[in-house]
């Protein structure tokens, strides 16, 4: 079994309709059934049009806010490529980013390829894991909506996050739909064979 972490600060970036709210409601009740003290917080303005968002969850003894502070995160979660420029306050060289390689296009605007943010990441962090769920979703799954819970199941499985695997699956079963549940429990599993 594993020892009772103090806290741990994750912050996820992304585009609205990436799934961002459901991954931290997801962490949330999986962290509760872990018995920790849990605080969240979401910020999303255009979230419905593809606008930026980005969400915190915070778990472990004595949790008073749900804001991580400036370099306070421990894990950072981007569903989409540019969207971790905007996560990099929250890092310090002990940071994980797990970044899904999928860009939404910017009508008239030059997208910065994947090794600028690169670089410019590994100013802040050693620990860049760079995974193109998105496209391995789509692949063999037929849908890249469920990138999210790809990256969860690798979190996981490279205990990138100190939750138990049978934690997540509850949290699974209890945030998803029905109808999209199995989907969802079978990527999860996919994932954690990804090396």
Request: charged share 25%; hydrophobic share 40%; aromatic share 8%.
């Given at each position: 079994?594993?020892?009772?972490?103090?806290?741990?600060?994750?912050?996820?970036?992304?585009?609205?309709?990436?799934?961002?709210?459901?991954?931290?409601?997801?962490?949330?009740?999986?962290?509760?059934?872990?018995?920790?003290?849990?605080?969240?917080?979401?910020?999303?303005?255009?979230?419905?049009?593809?606008?930026?968002?980005?969400?915190?969850?915070?778990?472990?003894?004595?949790?008073?806010?749900?804001?991580?502070?400036?370099?306070?995160?421990?894990?950072?979660?981007?569903?989409?490529?540019?969207?971790?420029?905007?996560?990099?306050?929250?890092?310090?060289?002990?940071?994980?980013?797990?970044?899904?390689?999928?860009?939404?296009?910017?009508?008239?605007?030059?997208?910065?390829?994947?090794?600028?943010?690169?670089?410019?990441?590994?100013?802040?962090?050693?620990?860049?894991?760079?995974?193109?769920?998105?496209?391995?979703?789509?692949?063999?799954?037929?849908?890249?909506?469920?990138?999210?819970?790809?990256?969860?199941?690798?979190?996981?499985?490279?205990?990138?996050?100190?939750?138990?695997?049978?934690?997540?699956?509850?949290?699974?079963?209890?945030?998803?739909?029905?109808?999209?549940?199995?989907?969802n429990l079978k990527i999860f599993q996919f994932a954690k064979k990804f090396e």
């Amino acid at each position: 079994m594993k020892n009772k972490i103090e806290n741990f600060n994750i912050v996820i970036v992304g585009v609205g309709g990436q799934g961002l709210l459901t991954l931290l409601q997801i962490l949330n009740e999986a962290a509760l059934k872990e018995g920790y003290e849990v605080k969240s917080a979401e910020v999303h303005g255009l979230s419905q049009r593809g606008g930026s968002v980005e969400v915190y969850c915070r778990f472990g003894k004595d949790i008073f806010s749900p804001l991580v502070k400036k370099g306070g995160a421990n894990l950072i979660i981007s569903l989409e490529t540019q969207e971790t420029l905007r996560g990099i306050h929250f890092s310090s060289e002990k940071t994980t980013f797990l970044i899904n390689n999928f860009f939404v296009p910017i009508p008239d605007q030059n997208v910065p390829k994947i090794k600028e943010i690169s670089k410019i990441l590994e100013k802040f962090s050693k620990k860049i894991v760079l995974i193109p769920a998105s496209e391995i979703c789509k692949k063999e799954f037929g849908t890249d909506v469920i990138a999210g819970i790809y990256l969860l199941g690798h979190s996981i499985s490279k205990n990138l996050i100190p939750l138990k695997s049978n934690s997540i699956i509850f949290a699974i079963k209890k945030v998803i739909p029905e109808k999209y549940l199995d989907l969802n429990l079978k990527i999860f599993q996919f994932a954690k064979k990804f090396e």
